[in-house]
């Protein structure tokens, strides 16, 4: 009995579609989608200051440190990572931005790095934890972070670090955050990523469509004797 080709392709044309389109659906939009990029890096210069009061000095030692805004706090100090009271020196900032932009919680997001800072805020308030006991640097915790849910992290240092020996690495339970290089570039209309969109399905459909018509073809051909080919 020959298979009814065309009524096979009409009956499993549309399920294809449907599981290919619902598999590419859910890879893509039903996950967490961690992506990380700098925002900007800099430095500021500050001429030599004069010498300032001895009793100043010791009511700066030993007056406690005030908690920072932003949730942020003071790294251990480093030796030799600060300028000298009174001398020219420098001070170098850079933020990062860590931003959830998958349809699910990212949970236990990572915010690895190797050279100690002088401060670092976090903006807006996330609760978080600090761990200072790795050998290899120290980390950032985030225990979640939702949906479209975006943060940044602003850094304060000084000579000798720079901004490519802070940061290392974003993760979460979920896998690695993707780096971006970014470019300011204006968002395009919703018309238009509707519009692709609906040429990317509309592409899926064809692919598959044409998938079943070539193997329909070649089994056509397979049925035919050796000699009458």
């Avoid at 761990?131 to 304060?156: C, K, M, N």
């Amino acid at each position: 009995m020959t298979p009814n080709w065309d009524l096979i392709s009409k009956l499993v044309f549309p399920v294809i579609t449907a599981l290919v389109v619902a598999i590419i659906a859910r890879r893509i939009e039903h996950r967490p989608r961690l992506v990380t990029y700098y925002s900007h890096t800099t430095g500021f210069g500050f001429p030599a200051q004069g010498p300032q009061p001895a009793d100043a000095h010791a009511g700066a030692a030993t007056a406690p440190a005030a908690p920072l805004p932003g949730g942020g706090a003071p790294a251990p100090a480093v030796v030799g990572n600060g300028a000298a009271p009174g001398a020219a020196g420098a001070v170098h900032v850079h933020a990062v931005v860590i931003r959830n932009m998958g349809k699910e919680t990212a949970f236990n997001v990572r915010v690895g790095h190797s050279a100690r800072v002088a401060s670092y805020v976090i903006d807006p308030r996330v609760k978080h934890d600090v761990d200072f006991s790795r050998q290899d640097g120290w980390e950032i915790l985030i225990p979640a972070l939702v949906p479209s849910e975006q943060i940044t992290i602003s850094y304060l240092y000084f000579p000798p670090v720079f901004w490519n020996a802070v940061n290392t690495y974003v993760k979460s339970d979920e896998g690695l955050a993707r780096v971006l290089n970014v470019l300011p570039t204006p968002r395009p209309p919703r018309w238009a990523v509707g519009v692709a969109f609906t040429f990317f399905y509309i592409g899926i459909a064809a692919t598959v469509y044409w998938g079943v018509a070539w193997a329909q073809w070649f089994y056509k051909l397979s049925q035919i004797p050796l000699p009458l080919r």
